[in-house]
């Protein structure tokens, strides 16, 4: 297939990465990659789903990383892989010989391995320089799910309207399903049985990066789990409390241990992030120096500093990403031109072991299997948010009392801008149309 018809197609059929800030896949789509590299390093604690998709649909995954590398002219394609995940590494093994120009690369089963900076350098040996992005190395990295759904779309003409997500914790029957984009927290959760416990919380996302949700939120292209946890959990702990607060805790008990900065990966790969530094600048109030506040644009939020490394239990993620923000909202941009610091020589020693972060969050007892189910969950309303993705939101096509078809295009892209457009998850009738969602009824 031609890059043009590639990016088209991909366009046109609402691709997003399907997990983290859901960057608009036909914007990756670059004969500036020379490698292209298979994300199935499944980043957080509990989350299943790169690894069963690949394991189940290798041969289809693999195929269109072949199409993807012929039409952007790269090289070499890396499917990188947690080497605990045994069955899904004898799947991609099985096909490997009918792919010239792929590898295989095991991965440790450390935190944030999914993170592309990391990634990148793992795998390749190549370092992103700070405040830029993986093409800028040479490098297109797209996770599995995301690969799956331009296979869908190449092949099948199928744009994203349903997103699979781990349903985990306290439910009775853990479970991996197919869920139609718009559907609620609440049911979605009644397809992995009910809740075993009174007191709990919906929690959608990775435990690291993830955020406390209520019942009646939906599922967007970028959703991989439901967690559902005790009231009183470390990781709802960690979540619920405000901003201000925790600036008051910061001023009251850091103690400059610079724990947070010793163990942050982006920092052990020489960008130019140090966590404590920006605690001390903004717990004095102490502006001379400006550089740790700036930074904060260098916080990939992996949440290692406030989540395992800060023996205050302090929130330093929380405060950088507050700062971060503003100074966006403020329309300052990402430093560029900073020189990349060489390789901490204690690197190969800070990195997190995934099974010692499992049980230092208090979530040993949740990582079991759950398996995938991809009966399609039926649904009789559904929500369907129109930015579901970085870049402008889509903007809606539809009004109230058109009929829809599922597949059906309800939200046009912003033309001109870094957007995608938003298809209807079911068939049905138009209850709302606004410049935020779309509400459908099943007919």
Avoid: W
């Avoid at 405040?131 to 744009?159: D, H, L, R, Y």
């Avoid at 579901?388 to 539809?398: E, K, N, P, T, Y």
């Amino acid at each position: 297939m031609d890059i043009k018809d590639l990016i088209s197609t991909v366009k046109e059929n609402g691709v997003a990465g399907a997990g983290g800030a859901g960057f608009p896949t036909y914007a990756k789509i670059d004969k500036r990659a020379d490698i292209i590299i298979l994300n199935c390093a499944e980043c957080e604690p509990l989350l299943k789903v790169h690894r069963q998709l690949l394991q189940k649909y290798a041969y289809e995954i693999m195929c269109t990383l072949d199409m993807m590398a012929e039409a952007m002219e790269a090289g070499t394609v890396m499917i990188a892989v947690k080497e605990a995940y045994t069955k899904t590494v004898e799947a991609v093994k099985a096909n490997l010989d009918l792919f010239s120009g792929f590898q295989l690369k095991l991965l440790e089963e450390v935190y944030p391995m999914g993170d592309e900076v990391v990634l990148i350098y793992e795998t390749t040996g190549k370092k992103v320089p700070p405040g830029s992005i993986p093409i800028e190395a040479g490098v297109a990295v797209f996770n599995v799910e995301t690969v799956f759904n331009i296979c869908k779309a190449v092949m099948e003409q199928e744009p994203v309207y349903t997103k699979y997500l781990t349903i985990a914790g306290e439910v009775k029957n853990p479970i991996t399903i197919k869920a139609p984009i718009g559907m609620s927290v609440e049911a979605a959760v009644t397809l992995a049985g009910e809740a075993v416990i009174e007191d709990y919380v919906y929690y959608m996302g990775g435990p690291m990066t993830g955020g406390i949700v209520n019942p009646y939120d939906t599922i967007t292209k970028t959703t991989n789990a439901i967690l559902v946890l005790p009231k009183d959990h470390t990781v709802v702990h960690k979540k619920s409390g405000t901003s201000s607060i925790d600036m008051k805790r910061a001023m009251a008990a850091c103690c400059q241990c610079e724990m947070c900065t010793d163990l942050c990966p982006r920092h052990l790969l020489g960008h130019p992030i140090a966590p404590h530094m920006f605690m001390r600048a903004a717990t004095s109030g102490v502006t001379q120096d400006l550089s740790p506040f700036l930074d904060t644009m260098f916080c990939c939020s992996c949440g290692i500093c406030e989540m395992y490394a800060c023996p205050q239990d302090l929130s330093p993620r929380k405060l950088i990403t507050e700062y971060k923000t503003g100074l966006r909202n403020k329309g300052i941009p990402i430093p560029k031109g900073i020189p990349s610091r060489e390789i901490h020589f204690m690197r190969e020693y800070r990195r997190i072991p995934m099974e010692r972060l499992t049980a230092r969050l208090g979530l040993r007892e949740y990582d079991v299997e759950a398996p995938l189910d991809e009966k399609e969950a039926a649904v009789k309303q559904v929500k369907i948010n129109l930015s579901q993705h970085i870049g402008a939101r889509a903007l809606a096509a539809v009004k109230k009392n058109d009929i829809v078809n599922r597949g059906d295009i309800i939200a046009q892209a912003d033309e001109g801008k870094l957007s995608i457009p938003v298809h209807a998850s079911i068939t049905g009738i138009i209850l709302e149309a606004n410049d935020n969602f779309v509400i459908i009824k099943s007919v």
